[in-house]
């Protein structure tokens, strides 16, 4: 079965990079997500990267895939006070047909001023 | 244009009582998909339903959960004889199918069960 895993906490002083780490068991994902999560909010599609690729970059978000070890991380240069939110790592799967998502538990980043 | 809502937003209910939690997806999205955020606990995945298909159950956790989507648009999730566990915030999201990656999540309903 699916199995996405994720440090549940790190904290980052302010202007910092930040870096998620995410792993993932099956080797057949298609593609993975990174979506955030702010206080009382429903969650939000921050980037997704094809399992084809070894990196992306999109302003201040980083993915880095490396499938071979089935890991993903998302680095956020120059943290800000608004980057505090639940980051959450997904893998896209598809069974029979069918295509869901299987989630990380979240990994909650808080900035330190 | 307006996204995916969730209604009603926080609902307090009794043990044993049966609840009903809508999902009004963005309008033309043909995948409409239900999870569980427990406290601490990450994304469960509960059901997908996927144009006229029949759905994907193999998330719901129990015979007590059950869930409709009437003219391919509106859904409803429904849990039977509440049970202090079911307590989590339980969020809706609907995608463009086929070529969109894109999952768009709804604010969510906090349940508790007192």
Redesign the interface.
């Given at each position: 079965g699916e199995d996405?895993e994720?440090s549940?906490f790190l904290s980052v002083r302010e202007g910092d990079s930040s870096v998620i780490n995410c792993t993932y068991t099956d080797s057949s994902s298609t593609?993975l997500?990174w979506?955030k999560q702010e206080p009382?909010?429903?969650?939000?599609?921050l980037t997704?990267i094809f399992s084809n690729m070894d990196m992306k970059q999109d302003q201040r978000l980083t993915v880095l895939l490396n499938k071979k070890d089935k890991h993903l991380s998302l680095r956020i240069a120059d943290t800000q006070t608004g980057d505090s939110a639940i980051y959450?790592c997904?893998e896209?799967v598809r069974?029979f047909g069918?295509e869901?998502?299987?989630?990380?538990?979240?990994t909650r980043l808080t900035i330190i001023p | 244009g307006a996204g995916?809502s969730q209604s009603p937003s926080n609902k307090v209910t009794e043990k044993g009582k049966d609840v009903e939690l809508r999902c009004d997806p963005i309008s033309g999205h043909t995948a409409l998909?239900w999870?569980r955020q427990s406290l601490?606990?990450?994304?469960e995945?509960l059901i997908?339903f996927?144009g006229n298909?029949a759905p994907?159950k193999?998330g719901l956790p129990s015979d007590r959960f059950s869930a409709e989507r009437t003219g391919g648009s509106v859904s409803t999730l429904t849990i039977q004889r509440t049970q202090q566990e079911d307590s989590a915030v339980y969020?809706c999201?609907s995608r463009l199918l086929p070529n969109s990656?894109?999952?768009?999540?709804?604010?969510?309903t906090r349940l508790t069960v007192t």
């Open positions: 996405v994720q549940l593609y997500y979506y009382g909010a429903g969650l939000q599609l997704y959450f997904a896209s069974d069918n869901k998502l299987t989630f990380g538990t979240g | 995916v998909y999870y601490g606990q990450g994304l995945f997908y996927q298909s994907d193999s969020l999201a990656y894109e999952q768009y999540f709804g604010p969510g």
